[in-house]
């Protein structure tokens, strides 16, 4: 079976429509300070993703480890965006990172 164009998307594209990120731009700044897909670390916004990988990444003061669940076709409201996904690791005071971290 091969990937089909709309079965896959950029990292920072998905990031932004799964509004885990404001902007686009800032979305790839997060891409940038690293993420790991399916436990390989990448750092390039244009990594694509599909359904189906696990995504792992510092936001906040929590470490975020989200299973895709979908594409989605634009960024939507809030309630649309959390249909793209499943939280594996919800935030909570186990996964909190030091308050010095940007993220």
Request: with cysteine.
């Amino acid at each position: 079976m091969t990937d089909r164009p709309a079965d896959k998307i950029r990292l920072d594209k998905w990031l932004w429509h799964a509004r885990f990120a404001k902007t686009r731009s800032l979305a790839a700044k997060l891409c940038e300070a690293g993420i790991r897909i399916d436990g390989v670390p990448v750092a390039k916004p244009g990594v694509t993703v599909r359904s189906g990988q696990v995504l792992t990444f510092a936001l906040g003061r929590h470490v975020r480890v989200i299973e895709l669940v979908a594409i989605g076709l634009r960024r939507g409201p809030a309630e649309e965006a959390q249909t793209l996904y499943r939280d594996l690791a919800p935030p909570n005071a186990e996964t909190a990172l030091p308050k010095d971290i940007p993220f």
